[in-house]
């Protein structure tokens, strides 16, 4: 019961609890509730009383459980969970175009997210993909034991893998884990290594990154986080941006897919450059990675 649960709502089983916690306890709060504000009342034939108690609760009820599903992380999986209640009540169509969504038997599509550092930007990807209906963040992966992204990958039960330099350089990539894990696409999320041709090609035009500069300017070896805004500011730059592109063999360097752009004050250090950044990333990176694997996946509908 409790797989069947996971795959029509597809989450994982620590999501599952969550939800099934939620339930469970905005349920009784909607019961204490509901009476406490019946109390108050005058007294009404029996028949009024019944049809007051379940418009009440009626009432109370989504309110309770999206109260309680913010502490328990599990407010946009109510959210859309409530909207379809009342989309199937009142019998509005969903809002999401018919053409973008892949047919229901097709499994969900699973995103591996590389990163290296505290992850922010994995974290927006991993909210952005919670109860998204055909693609879902499957794993992430780091290089460094103590990146803050696996304690957000954690907290959100997504599961981790943490690489080593010479398997992953060369050896196997880490090919076989991702393969087993039925990954279909890599982000690079600040994900400092570079990547070997053996994963490259295991992921053919299906590993994007971002960079955090208008490439080609700013890209390369050595050009990550803060060096990047540093070199920037001290070009007198007066615009940066960010940069989303497939991976190629070389740094910073395989097609562009899309580009936003924000100013440099003459203010500016490489923190509140990097903020200005960060902002841009967060807006823009979830969206365009839902964009590029949507085009994939309705291109492989119609072939
Ligand atoms: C991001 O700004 C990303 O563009 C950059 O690392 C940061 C990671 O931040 N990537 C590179 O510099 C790659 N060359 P986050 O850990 O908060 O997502």
Request: proline share 8%; hydrophobic share 40%; aromatic share 10%.
């Amino acid at each position: 019961m409790f797989e069947k649960l996971q795959k029509k709502w597809k989450v994982n089983g620590w999501q599952l609890l969550a939800i099934l916690c939620t339930f469970a306890i905005g349920g009784s709060l909607t019961g204490i509730v509901g009476r406490k504000i019946l109390q108050q009342l005058p007294e009404v034939h029996p028949v009024g009383w019944t049809i007051l108690y379940i418009i009440t609760m009626t009432l109370i009820w989504p309110l309770m459980v999206v109260l309680v599903s913010i502490p328990f992380g599990q407010y946009p999986f109510f959210k859309n969970y409530l909207s379809r209640i009342f989309q199937k009540m009142t019998n509005t169509p969903s809002s999401i175009p018919p053409s973008s969504n892949p047919p229901s038997s097709i499994p969900p599509f699973s995103i591996a997210i590389f990163a290296s550092g505290t992850g922010s930007n994995a974290q927006k990807i991993i909210e952005h993909f919670r109860n998204h209906p055909s693609i879902r963040v499957a794993l992430v992966v780091s290089n460094k034991a103590t990146a803050g992204v696996l304690d957000k990958a954690a907290s959100a039960g997504i599961p981790t893998l943490l690489i080593d330099k010479e398997r992953f350089f060369r050896g196997d990539g880490f090919v076989p884990e991702l393969t087993t894990l039925g990954i279909d696409f890599i982000v690079l999320a600040g994900f400092l290594w570079k990547v070997p041709p053996t994963l490259i090609q295991a992921y053919p035009s299906r590993m994007i990154n971002i960079h955090p500069a208008l490439l080609p300017k700013y890209g390369g070896k050595g050009m990550y986080g803060n060096f990047v805004h540093e070199a920037v500011i001290a070009a007198g730059e007066k615009e940066s941006g960010i940069t989303i592109h497939y991976v190629d063999e070389q740094y910073d360097h395989g097609g562009t897919i899309f580009q936003a752009s924000c100013p440099v004050f003459p203010e500016d250090t490489p923190e509140t450059l990097a903020n200005r950044i960060h902002t841009l990333e967060h807006q823009h990176f979830p969206a365009v990675i839902e964009s590029v694997i949507l085009s994939k996946l309705v291109k492989n509908q119609s072939s």
